[in-house]
């Protein structure tokens, strides 16, 4: 069970490590576009998700081969320990 849990565990920290970045800097822009619409009233939907989309996006290209690279250990990982984990204690 030792196994199952080192494996659930780091995929939990992959999780967290490759959507922590994306959302903090989408929840950063979303804050700052509403304080400039609430500043100059401008209530403008677009405005709202456009640069949050941006923002997403130019992250998704920059950090992708990284993500890749993360996930792909994970993977090899993940089978690696199959057989233990199928095996039990």
Known sequence: MDVLQSVVREALLVTAVLCFPVLAAATIVGTAVAVLQAAT????????????????GVLAVTFGGYALRLCGALLSDTLAALPAIVRGP
């Open 41 to 56: 009233q401008v209530q403008e939907q677009t405005l709202t998700l456009l640069p949050k989309m941006v923002v997403v």
